[in-house]
């Protein structure tokens, strides 16, 4: 069974610094890409970043471009996001994404990933 694993959620204060990681479990992406989506209260699910099989290919969301950094380790079936100077907006359930595909031009698109973990909470305070 496949299971993508979230961990690193808290309660920070605004300017604070975060590491997301996202470990996957029952077979390895080492050849896919991987993202990072994030849900806030009453909102629908948005992309954050994406990154490919072998980091070659990375993209975030205007939102936390600068502030976030996503990477992979592969040895490790893992993906992380670093989030920097986190602001109150960027409180939300965030989800790590598997696609099946090596590689998606429509990464910021949902339906392009075929497995999620369950999420982990992450809320800044101002």
């Known amino acids: 069974q496949v299971q993508l694993a979230e961990s690193g959620g808290g309660l920070v204060q605004a300017g604070d610094s975060l590491r997301l990681s996202c470990q996957a479990f029952?077979?390895?992406?080492?050849?896919?890409?991987m993202g990072w989506f994030r849900q806030a209260p009453g909102k629908e699910r948005e992309f954050v970043s994406v990154?490919?099989?072998?980091?070659?290919?990375?993209y975030y969301a205007d939102s936390v471009k600068g502030r976030f950094t996503i990477s992979r380790d592969n040895a490790k079936n893992t993906v992380y996001l670093q989030m920097n100077s986190v602001k109150p907006e960027d409180t939300a359930v965030y989800y790590c994404?598997?696609?099946?595909?090596?590689?998606?031009?429509?990464?910021?698109?949902?339906?392009?990933?075929?497995?999620w973990g369950q999420g982990t909470q992450v809320t800044v305070s101002s």
């Open positions: 990154i490919s099989w072998n980091g070659g290919s990375i």
């Open positions: 994404a598997a696609q099946e595909r090596t590689w998606s031009s429509r990464y910021y698109y949902t339906r392009e990933y075929d497995y």
């Open positions: 029952g077979r390895t992406f080492s050849s896919n890409a």
